[in-house]
Each structure stands twice: as C-alpha cells, then as structure tokens.
C-alpha cells in the first residue's frame, strides 16, 4: 500500500508540477496583457479595436484562471486519494 502511495506521489509531483509552471505563467501573462491593454485605453481613449483586443484578453485571462482551478481541483483528488490510501 505504501508502495502504491509512494508511486502515485512521485506521478502527482513529475506530471502535475510542471503543469502547475505553465498554468501560472500564463495566468501571469494574461493578466500582464489586460493591464497593458487597460492602461493604453485609459490614456488615449479606446477604438473599436481596443475593445476587441481588451475583450480577447480577459477572455483569455478568464481560460487560464479556469484551467488554474481546475488544476487545483486534479491534485485535490490524488492528495486525498493518497491520504486515503494511508488509512
């Protein structure tokens, strides 16, 4: 049983983990461009362009903090399933 817990725990860290990385850095460059995009229609009033761009990226900043939780949810599961292997 120990053996099983062990193996699952090295899976969780070699797979999810680097997941983990790009989901984050994603969410950090999408969140980046909606700042950018924001601050450049706050200074110069905003074209029809300007809002597509400003509606593409929240919508894009929306997917990765979807995928984040959903992520989150994933290793919730395999650290409870591992805990309850224990017992």
């Known amino acids: 049983t120990h053996c099983i817990s062990s193996a699952a725990s090295d899976v ?3 797979q999810l983990n ?9 969410l950090v460059d999408s969140q980046q461009q909606l700042d ?4 450049n229609v706050a200074q110069g009033g905003a074209s029809q362009a300007d809002s ?3 509606f593409e990226a929240s919508m894009d900043y929306s997917n ?6 959903q992520l989150l949810s994933v290793k919730h599961g395999l650290a409870k ?7």
């Open 12 to 14: 969780y860290k070699r």
């Open 18 to 26: 680097p997941i983990q990385r790009r989901l984050d850095a994603h």
């Open 36 to 39: 950018d995009i924001a601050l």
């Open 52 to 54: 597509y761009a400003f």
């Open 64 to 69: 990765a903090s979807w995928a984040v939780g």
């Open 81 to 87: 399933a591992i805990i309850n292997d224990f017992n």
